[in-house]
C-alpha cells in the first residue's frame, strides 16, 4: 500500500493496513527536514506542532512498531530522524508511540479495540504520565493519583505536575494506587469535564511539547479504559520497550550536533583540533550506541537481568552522550553557537532534558546499582 493511501486510513481500518517501513521512515526524514524545519524555532517558543503531528502520523510514524515482532528499531529510527531536526518534536513522538505501546501490550482486548488504532494513526493524540509511577517503584515518590473500584470501573483523583503532549481532547496513559489492591494503570481522557490541564512555569527547552499539570478530581474511569488491573506485571512486560524507544531522541540530537562540529571544521578546524572530543570519535560512540541500541529492541520482552541491565546501561549511556555531544558542538562552534537564533544552543538545551526525563542520569544509575551483581 502506497504511503497515499495510508494517510487515508480510518481509526478502524489499521489492521487491513500494510506499512512499508522503509518507505514511511523516509517519509518522516522528508517532512522533518522540510515542514519541521520551519517550525522548529516557533516550536521551542512554546508552540504546539499538532499538524505536524497529524502529519508524522499520516506518514506511518506511530506504528512502526504495530508490525510483527513489534519493529521497535524502526520506530526508534523513526524518532530519531525527527529528533536530528528538533527533539522536542522527538520527544512528543515518544509520548504518541509509547501511548501506541501501551495499548499493544494490553490484553484488555475492549481497549485495544476502541483506542489503538486510533492512536497509531494519529486521530486519538496523547502521553504516557509514567514520570511519577516509575519513580515511586523505586520509593523516589510516591503514587500521586488514587483511585477506588466501584460498579464498572474505578474513581480516581489526584494531581500529576507533568504530563507531556496533551490538550483538551488527547489521551494519557496513568498508574494509580488503589485503596485495598495493587494499583493499576489505565487510559485517562483530558475531556472529560473531571481532568483539569493546567499550564506549567516555562522550561528551559520543551514549552512546545503540550506539557501540562493534570488534576484529576473523583474521575471515573471504565473498564473498558483499563489497560492493566494490575500495573506491576504490565509495567514489567513493556517497560524495556518504554525506555528504548527513548533513544530515538538521543540518536538524532547527536547526529545533529556532529553535523554542528563538521560545519566549522573550514573556518574553525585548525583551532577546534585541540578540543578533546572530535566529531569523527564521537560518530564512532554514536555507531556502537546505535548498534546496541538495535540489537535490544528485536527481543524487548526478553525478561532475563542481563538483557534488563543492558537496556538500563544503554538509556544512561544515551542521555550521557546527548549532552556530551552537544557541549562539544557548543564548543566547536563557538560565538557563533551561542547566539539565540543558533540550533546550537537550543541543542544544549534539549541534550540536558534527554539525561533528565524520566528515567533520569540519577535515577538510572540507582536502577543499575540496585541490580544483582
Known sequence: MSLTAVTALSPHDLSASE???????????????????????????????????HRFADSG????????GHQLGAAIEGMSRISEVCTSSAFMAWCQNTLVWYLINSENTVAKSKYLAA????????????????????????????????????????????????????????????????????LIDCADPAVTLKPCEPFLSMDGTGTY??????????????LAHEAMPFVKKMRAGFILLQAGMAIGLIRDCIAMMREVEGPLGH????????????????AVMEAEVNALAQ???DASPDYWRR????????????VEAAHNAMLHCGARGYVRASR??????????VAIVTPATKQLKLMLDQMPA
Not at 344 to 353: D, G, I, P, T
Request: charged share 20%; aromatic share 10%.
Open 311 to 322: 537496556v538500563v546501561a544503554a538509556r544512561l549511556l544515551a542521555g550521557e552522550k546527548s
Open 271 to 286: 583551532v577546534n583540533r585541540f578540543l578533546d572530543v572530535q566529531p569523527d570519535a564521537m560518530a564512532e560512540t554514536l
Open 61 to 68: 510514524a506511530f506504528r512502526l512498531h504495530l508490525a510483527e
Open 19 to 53: 506499512l512499508d517501513p522503509g518507505a514511511a521512515l523516509a517519509e518522516i526524514g522528508k517532512i522533518a527536514v522540510t515542514d519541521l524545519s520551519a517550525w522548529a524555532r516557533a516550536i521551542d517558543e512554546g508552540t504546539y506542532p499538532a499538524t505536524l503531528l
Open 119 to 186: 492512536a497509531a494513526t494519529g486521530h486519538v493524540l496523547g502521553g504516557t504520565a509514567l514520570s511519577n509511577p516509575m519513580k515511586s517503584f523505586f520509593g523516589i515518590e510516591t503514587l500521586k493519583l488514587r483511585g477506588t473500584r466501584v460498579d464498572g470501573g474505578y474513581k480516581v483523583k489526584g494531581i500529576l505536575p507533568w504530563v507531556s503532549n496533551l490538550g483538551p481532547d488527547h489521551f494519557f496513559g496513568a498508574i494509580f494506587a488503589l485503596e485495598g489492591g495493587e494499583p493499576v494503570m489505565a
Open 344 to 353: 546550537c544552543q537550543r541543542r544544549l538545551r534539549e541534550a540536558y532534558f
Open 213 to 226: 499539570g493534570v488534576q484529576v478530581r473523583d474521575l471515573f474511569v471504565p473498564d473498558d479504559m483499563v
Open 299 to 301: 527481543t524487548p520482552f
